[in-house]
């Protein structure tokens, strides 16, 4: 195999690793804190995009449109969370996976209504391309998997070095334990639940000028943001992004080896992880409903 074909490959599994890291990040502290299985993060990362795309229409700005695009999602989210989820956290896990479903359909519906059926071309903000061992990689790519990462050391310092985060830390071990300390659990549910909308929305906003926007860019995601999120270890932020890495690198050079095994490998990376280890890569034993 070519060096060029393997580094463009590598390149092409960090940037997709980054969009399922952004994407799976807010599913996976959804159910470690709020223990809910939280498929609408979909719609929102479909919602960012759609925005993006229409921001950047009418502007011409891809960056603002990105960052609207976010912030709507993340607006969003908060109107989910404090019309449906607020009424369901008490509920049984699969009654939350139900209704979270129901708003992703629903969702997807209104997205059809509004922008219709045909996928939409998002502009890429940077045409311009830097030379890496001799093969030229698109600097747009490089700037997703950077943006991926500067998110994930921004998550680590709030979760580790604030009060609030410290608490969804502690929530994520054992929520009731937290509840008995005095602190307003529900507080915590919504900052967490806003935080993981405004990451799909921005992961959506990114991810638009790779891709043609289509209403069922979420749905066609759904499978993989699991993978990543099964194999990381629930609620684990390490963990996520380890694993939307490896699942982005397998998918990528698997195709480069024989196509079907960018559908197929991670899915035997997976059952192979949790032979070995059922929590996840980093999943905590602690964890429980």
Request: hydrophobic share 55%.
């Amino acid at each position: 195999m070519e060096t060029q074909l393997v580094i463009s490959g590598i390149i092409y599994g960090l940037s997709m690793g980054s969009i399922y890291f952004l994407l799976a990040i807010g599913l996976s502290l959804c159910f470690g804190l709020m223990r809910i299985i939280s498929l609408d993060q979909l719609l929102y990362y479909s919602l960012g995009a759609y925005l993006t795309y229409t921001v950047q229409v009418a502007t011409g700005q891809m960056w603002t449109a990105i960052l609207v695009g976010a912030c709507v999602a993340g607006a969003a989210s908060l109107l989910v969370e404090r019309i449906v989820f607020r009424r369901v956290y008490a509920r049984d896990i699969t009654f939350t996976m139900i209704t979270s479903f129901g708003v992703l359909i629903g969702g997807v519906g209104t997205i059809k209504y509004i922008w219709g059926l045909i996928p939409r071309p998002a502009a890429i903000p940077i045409q311009a391309q830097v030379v890496l061992w001799g093969t030229p990689v698109p600097t747009y790519r490089l700037i997703v998997v950077a943006l991926s990462v500067l998110v994930y050391l921004g998550i680590a310092l709030f979760l580790n070095r604030t009060i609030t985060g410290k608490a969804i830390r502690a929530g994520i071990e054992d929520v009731d334990h937290v509840e008995g300390l005095g602190i307003d659990v529900y507080r915590l549910f919504t900052v967490t639940f806003v935080l993981a909308g405004t990451l799909s929305g921005l992961a959506g906003g990114l991810h638009a000028p790779l891709i043609m926007v289509d209403p069922q860019m979420g749905l066609s995601a759904l499978a993989f943001v699991f993978m990543v999120v099964i194999i990381g270890g629930l609620g684990s932020i390490k963990g996520t992004l380890v694993s939307a890495f490896l699942v982005g690198q397998v998918m990528s050079l698997g195709s480069l080896v024989y196509a079907p095994l960018a559908q197929m490998a991670p899915f035997a990376i997976m059952l192979g992880i949790l032979l070995v280890r059922p929590t996840g890569l980093y999943g905590s034993p602690l964890l429980k409903r």
